[in-house]
């Protein structure tokens, strides 16, 4: 009896020359649909799944691979003596190769225009149903999902006649990955259409994009994945020009400098190290802000990431090709830019699209053992209900200086401070474990530049130090959450030293 090999694919590259190659190692093909025609078309001989099920397909080609004779010959054990027997009985023929894609559910929806009728017809059933099948009884059928995978499997056909049980395995462990995938799709869309944001389960999906050379530390094993289906405007759907492959620490920078700089809508450039900001600026030009951004801390941008949301010019390149970086991130680079920048050998080069970022995308963060999702921090001041609690209000370039500190702030580990002018973080204290001690950090570097300047906090302020230390250093605009239980003394304190306090009523802790 010659063994058989089912076909039925939506993406058919490759289909034609994997067939004809079983074909011709003597294998009897059975088809439906576009495949079965793609493959007559081409001369090679091909039964239809109709004619062994004696059943027409039916419902607009919702059925046709659902039936004993098919299922049967799926996941009959070949060494059986009862499989065999009910086999023979039933008039079932084993199934020895099965080749099956799915239809494109993921490509669908990528459409943001799809409509949900759409959406529904591209969920494939007859589909997953033999893939599971097969690869359930890999022990004794080859399963493919994958077109990289028929060479592969042509090569030991050729060469053994069978293909070995370690590949099996292998392939029919992709199987359930794609499955998995093709259903975590399906759910994910469904899921949002229904308008459950925190459902009893959640299933996600990712593609490998690369493995990495390690994790943060040489010894610690890394790879990089991404959701398909995610924001363009990401490090994950980057397109990057030039330099080394990207590392672990460089991703998570990177991610850090896109969040910050696309809450500007002004020319800005920031420059994070170690998933902070250590200088933001904004201009006139990229040119402009990045002065800014460096003047912000000369000595910390060396080695770190610099993220621009509008074109590197010329100008602006020749100014950063003056210092180490790891990364240059923009919506695109002049070609003088682009000389200039690709004359140092290992620096990166990405663009990616502003105009694609997604408000909706949440934020996950992995714990052991579990997950946290949540929304983006997408609050600004225009959001809140924003108050002046002091005795003088803010002046007019006392208003855009917290401002600026109020963007940045939100973007700084927690506890967190800034101290800023109208364009340009000053003074940056991250990551303590007192308020004051942020503050502190944030005024000596900031230094002289302090006097007039104004400071953000992420949190209130649980007593009036703070606003001590900023009057001494001669701040005269504070921004911060309120909140606190002894609010007042930060605000007599600011009373007594004439600074304006405004409070936003949000927190913006990021730990």
């Not at 070949?78 to 023929?93: C, F, P, T, V, Y």
């Not at 392939?171 to 759910?187: E, M, N, P």
């Not at 759907?237 to 910050?260: F, M, P, T, V």
């Not at 230390?469 to 504070?478: L, Q």
Request: aromatic share 8%.
């Amino acid at each position: 009896m010659a063994k058989r090999a089912l076909i039925s694919v939506s993406d058919k590259a490759g289909v034609v020359e994997f067939a004809d190659g079983l074909h011709k190692l003597g294998y009897e093909i059975l088809s439906t649909g576009g495949t079965k025609k793609l493959l007559q078309d081409q001369d090679i001989p091909v039964t239809g799944v109709d004619e062994v099920t004696g059943f027409p397909e039916i419902l607009e080609g919702r059925v046709k691979t659902l039936h004993p004779f098919i299922h049967g010959g799926l996941l009959a054990k070949q060494d059986n003596e009862l499989h065999q027997q009910q086999m023979k009985e039933q008039g079932i023929q084993p199934i020895d190769v099965v080749c099956v894609n799915l239809y494109p559910f993921q490509q669908t929806i990528s459409n943001p225009n799809v409509a949900y009728e759409d959406a529904i017809e591209n969920i494939d059933i007859g589909g997953p149903t033999m893939l599971r099948a097969a690869a359930k009884n890999h022990t004794y059928i080859t399963v493919i999902v994958d077109s990289l995978d028929y060479e592969r499997v042509l090569a030991q056909l050729h060469k053994d006649g069978q293909v070995n049980s370690e590949t099996r395995r292998s392939l029919a462990a992709k199987v359930f990955r794609h499955t998995a995938a093709y259903d975590a799709y399906i759910s994910q869309y469904l899921s949002k259409e229904a308008g459950e944001d925190n459902p009893e389960r959640m299933t996600l999906t990712y593609e490998r994009q690369q493995d990495l050379r390690y994790g943060e530390n040489p010894h610690q094993q890394a790879a990089f994945y991404r959701n398909p289906l995610g924001s363009e405007f990401s490090v994950a759907h980057a397109r990057q020009h030039h330099g080394k492959e990207l590392s672990y620490n460089n991703i998570k920078d990177a991610d850090a400098a896109l969040q910050i700089v696309k809450d500007f809508g002004e020319p800005a450039a920031v420059a994070v190290k170690h998933m902070n900001p250590c200088g933001v600026g904004t201009g006139i030009n990229p040119y402009e802000a990045f002065l800014k951004a460096y003047e912000s801390d000369s000595t910390s941008i060396f080695g770190g990431i610099v993220a621009f949301n509008r074109a590197v010019d010329g100008k602006t390149a020749e100014k950063l090709s003056e210092i180490f970086l790891e990364i240059i991130i923009a919506p695109a680079f002049t070609d003088e830019a682009m000389a200039i920048l690709t004359a140092k050998k290992n620096i990166r080069l990405l663009t990616v699209p502003f105009d694609r970022h997604s408000v909706h995308e949440r934020v996950f963060t992995s714990v052991e053992g579990g997950l946290l999702v949540q929304d983006q921090d997408h609050f600004t001041l225009e959001n809140g209900d924003v108050r002046v609690a002091t005795e003088r209000q803010p002046t007019e370039a006392e208003w855009e200086a917290m401002k600026m500190a109020w963007k940045v702030v939100k973007h700084v580990k927690s506890n967190a401070i800034v101290v800023a002018d109208t364009n340009m973080t000053l003074g940056i204290g991250a990551g303590q474990m007192n308020r004051v001690g942020a503050a502190k950090i944030a005024l000596e570097q900031a230094g002289e530049r302090a006097k007039g300047a104004s400071l953000a906090s992420d949190a209130f302020f649980p007593m009036d130090d703070t606003v001590e230390a900023a009057a001494k250093a001669g701040i005269t605009a504070i921004i911060q959450t309120g909140g606190s239980i002894r609010d007042e003394d930060s605000i007599k304190k600011a009373n007594e030293y004439g600074i304006t306090m405004v409070l936003t009523g949000v927190r913006h802790f990021k730990h």
